[in-house]
């Protein structure tokens, strides 16, 4: 059998060769170890990013720092190991940051549907806002030609709303109008606005008044407010970034008095964000209180502001206690804790989270501490004489309160409305004493200080006969360990 023999060396012969194909060098073992360990550490930096994630979706900023810390020294491990066993980990590293928030576009909470079919060009029906109307604002010839969309103001849906309508007090008298039309992000925006004597919304078709007012609008860096001096009605709206006010346009239809403003940002506008909420940390690092322009802005805010008046006037509301009621609250308020996972709260709960995480670092009382975001609170005021007698949040960390924030809901707010939040950052006791500090209560704006047992504050009563309904949300930040540790004694029935 020669040629079995013959066939079987050729075949021991192939199959030594394929062996010492697969048998791994020494250096092939260490590199796939190396791949099983990176691939370990790759997990684990995506658990703790998801992890981190989480603890800042539940409001427990301590609990983020600390998964944010581990995962961060799990990516520089990751990234060590690599460049030892010369792997380079590029596609590891876009993993290890955060995942951003939820964002919203500047259309969100407006239907922008029917705004396609735009209206032919009437350049007659057009003017430019005499320069006494306009305040600051040029009228801008480019910022005419784009004012050809369908400006009939029943043709969208999304203008704003009386709040009045609800429970008690409230506007009867006819308010502007005003909406957002969608815009791409990083473009400025465009506001869309009717005088309270113009032709309505819902019939745009009225033509302008003998009584139609222009107002007089004033650009300021975060906030636009159109004022009818005669009707005596303001509207403060706010921006998500600085306006550059000699960049920004009016164009006036004279058919239906709709105002219609392009609002342009500065050029190199730095980061704002940053820059505003370093700022804050500076300010209320001792007594006093600070606040924001703009904190949620546009389309948002109104999202937020529709979202309240539903349950407002869907009679979800309770009444405040009266003063000399049993439990803490001594208002003639109405409010409602709103529910953990309201889809209206994420559009800027987490943009919250992060700057009182930074609070946690930059303010001294704070630094070191791990908060936890409580249940957000909705409170109307409505009808004169609503108020909150002067308070602190919490006394000698009786509730673990540490930080108040307010957002206000409240473009139709006018001095003399009343129901500012006025704060007495020197008083010891319930009796207000030292210098005080007023906020008014605009929309869109957040108001932020430290809460346990100091700055003394109130809310005024609401004094304007025809003031709308005060709208505002109040989060307070717990110290979390004693959150945890209040818990624990309530377990062992020791309160
Ligand atoms: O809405 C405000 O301005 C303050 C409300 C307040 O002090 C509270 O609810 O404790
Ligand atoms: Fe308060």
Known sequence: MPSKTRSAKPKQKENLESQAKVVPTKAVQVQSAGKDVLAKLEEQVQSLTKLADDYLDQGLLGHHEEASQMRDSAAKTLKDVSSRLGLAPDHLAARSESAKPPKLTPAQGISSSSRAAAEPKRPSDEEPCPAADVGAVPVDAAARASAEADTSANAVPGWSQPAGQGGSGGSALPLPRYRWLPQAEGNGATLEVLGPNSGSAAGAATST??????????????????????SKWTLTVPLGFGADSAQCSVVRKRRTGLLQLTLTPKQASPPADQEESRALCAKISGPGCSWMDG???????????????????????EPGEVEGGRKARVGSDEYLYLEEGDPILSIFTRRLDKLVLQLTKEVPSLRGKWLMRGRAMAAVYAGPGSRYTPHFDAVGGDNGRMVTCILYLNPFWRKGDGAELQIWPEAKTLMPEGACLEVEPLHGRLAVFLCDSQNLHEVKPVTGDHAEPRLAISFWYYDSKDGLRHREDEADGDP
């Open 295 to 317: 904190f949620v802005a546009g389309a948002e805010a109104d999202s937020v502001r529709s979202r309240l008046l539903d349950l407002w006037r869907g009679g979800k509301f």
């Open 209 to 230: 008044s003998e009584s139609d007012e222009p107002p007089e609008i004033d650009v300021a860096e975060r906030v636009v407010r159109c004022s009818w001096h005669q």
